[in-house]
């Protein structure tokens, strides 16, 4: 299995700033995956996140509003780029692993974002 | 395109009785995968357990069981002997062999465990 830790936890920023959300696993994974997820809803997947490569986003997500770095096998990080308040929401990272059950995603803890 | 249902937004069941959540789902493919993950308030979503399409014996892990309806395209999660930490979001989730790892999610169920 894979342990994953995200930071911040939580934040609240001013509309017209960004915020970089950090997802760092504790062993070398291919995949990495962003989601947003509202308070109470299901998870919108943001990108994929493959290292050496460029991210690919879903439909209605564009690289200039949530750009997205992988530089090793350990790391990416999130950027949510001039804030409005419909960005408030949880944010999480997730990476595909295999347990003695088979493969399935690993989620990380979640970054709660209020945009004020 | 593949699509997953959970038509129970919210589930409530008396503490050590069993509850069943349902999960339908919709593909053209043969062979996938599905998923049951539990999101605890707490946010932390993590798997409960997972079936093989082509496996036609019933996934279990411990107090969890899945009934799999192939044919139906119905994936349900049953939880026996419910505790109070059960209490959590639930998602089902359905992969396709060749999606390049994506999940298709359903929108959830809240299932409340009363005392």
């Known amino acids: 299995s894979a342990v994953i830790s995200q930071k911040p936890s939580r934040d609240i920023c001013q509309r017209g700033t960004s915020l970089t959300i950090q997802c760092q696993v504790d062993?070398?994974?291919?995949?990495m995956f962003w989601y947003r997820q509202q308070p109470g809803q299901s998870l919108t997947l943001i990108a994929t996140?493959?290292?050496?490569?460029?991210?690919?986003?879903e439909s209605g997500f564009v690289i200039d509003k949530f750009p997205i770095s992988r530089p090793n096998l350990t790391f990416s990080t999130l950027t949510v780029s001039n804030m409005s308040p419909e960005d408030s929401s949880i944010y999480l990272c997730?990476?595909?692993?295999?347990?003695?059950?088979?493969?399935?995603?690993?989620f990380g803890p979640g970054t709660r974002l209020l945009v004020l | 395109a593949q699509t997953v249902t959970q038509s129970q937004p919210e589930m409530s069941v008396q503490e050590a009785e069993t509850v069943t959540l349902s999960c339908t789902y919709d593909?053209?493919?043969?062979?996938?995968?599905l998923f049951w993950y539990k999101q605890p308030p707490s946010r932390q979503m993590i798997l409960v357990i997972r079936?093989?399409?082509?496996k036609q014996q019933n996934a279990t892990e411990n107090r969890f069981s899945v009934n799999f309806q192939k044919a139906a395209k119905s994936f349900s999660l049953k939880i026996s002997d419910s505790q109070l930490g059960d209490a959590a979001m639930y998602f089902c989730?359905?992969?396709?062999?060749?999606?390049?790892?994506?999940?298709?999610w359903g929108a959830g169920t809240k299932l409340i465990i009363k005392p």
């Open positions: 996140a493959n290292q050496g490569s460029e991210a690919t986003y």
């Open positions: 062993s070398q994974v291919t995949m």
């Open positions: 989730a359905y992969r396709g062999m060749d999606s390049n790892y994506q999940l298709i």
């Open positions: 079936q093989e399409a082509y």
């Open positions: 997730s990476v595909e692993g295999t347990d003695l059950r088979g493969e399935t995603q690993y």
């Open positions: 593909t053209s493919e043969s062979d996938y995968y």
